[in-house]
């Protein structure tokens, strides 16, 4: 199974919300990704996570606030966003960090839309 | 951080026709990949490539390691081809590619 799953597919929230986004993978894989992507641009990382803990984040505004509960699962919990944070949000996942062996798979994503 | 270069960025084919993208990159990578990202914003692994060549049906993708560059070919295009085509390279980090959009005209 080489698939990774996201919910929800689409989420529009004010700026006074809290929401997660959730991201699952049964592919053993122990890397796990979340990405944002806005129109017409190529997706940016924001937080990478190694056997479950986290090992990058790209300078990300705290009020996204990334969680592995285990390795199969990557939640991205959402608070106080901004219009500019409407974008695309993509998970992957890969079977470790290393050099080696980091062919990413990616989830359809979560189409966020903050009023 | 690695650059990772794609041309061209807008492709217009008419049904039929081949095509080949290129993605150049700025530093020596350990892996690359290619995806195809659809309308609806999927993205399609279609070739792990850290060197050598793959084909995969109508698909084929070269990379020049030595030389930082890695080329897709599409022949034979069709409709369901259109959408985005990035190349990702990783170093110490994944790094994507500015993109090449695909429109194929019937």
């Known amino acids: 199974d080489t698939e990774v799953t996201q919910t929800p597919k689409h989420l529009v929230m004010g700026m006074t919300n809290k929401k997660s986004l959730k991201c699952e993978q049964h592919m053993g894989h122990r890397a796990m990704y979340w990405y944002k992507q806005k129109a017409k641009k190529p997706p940016e990382l924001m937080f990478v996570y190694s056997y479950e803990k986290l090992s990058i984040n790209e300078s990300v505004p705290s009020r996204f606030s990334p969680e592995c509960p285990n390795s199969s699962l990557l939640n991205l919990h959402l608070h106080a966003l901004q219009p500019e944070d409407s974008a695309l949000y993509l998970c992957?996942?890969?079977?470790?960090?290393?050099?080696?062996?980091?062919?990413?798979?990616f989830g359809p994503g979560t189409r966020l839309t903050v009023l | 951080g690695i650059q990772v270069e794609q041309s061209p960025p807008d492709l217009i084919l008419q049904e039929g026709a081949n095509s080949t993208l290129r993605c150049n990159f700025s530093d020596s990578v350990n892996n690359l990949q290619w995806f195809h990202q659809n309308p609806w914003g999927q993205l399609i692994n279609l070739f792990y490539i850290p060197s050598g060549t793959k084909q995969n049906g109508r698909l084929s993708a070269t990379t020049v390691a030595t030389e930082r560059y890695s080329l897709l070919y599409i022949s034979s295009s069709q409709t369901t081809d259109s959408g985005v085509y990035f190349c990702a390279a990783t170093g110490n980090q994944f790094y994507f590619g500015t993109g090449t959009s695909l429109t194929v005209i019937p």
């Open positions: 992957a996942s890969s079977q470790d960090f290393s050099r080696s062996y980091n062919e990413q798979f």
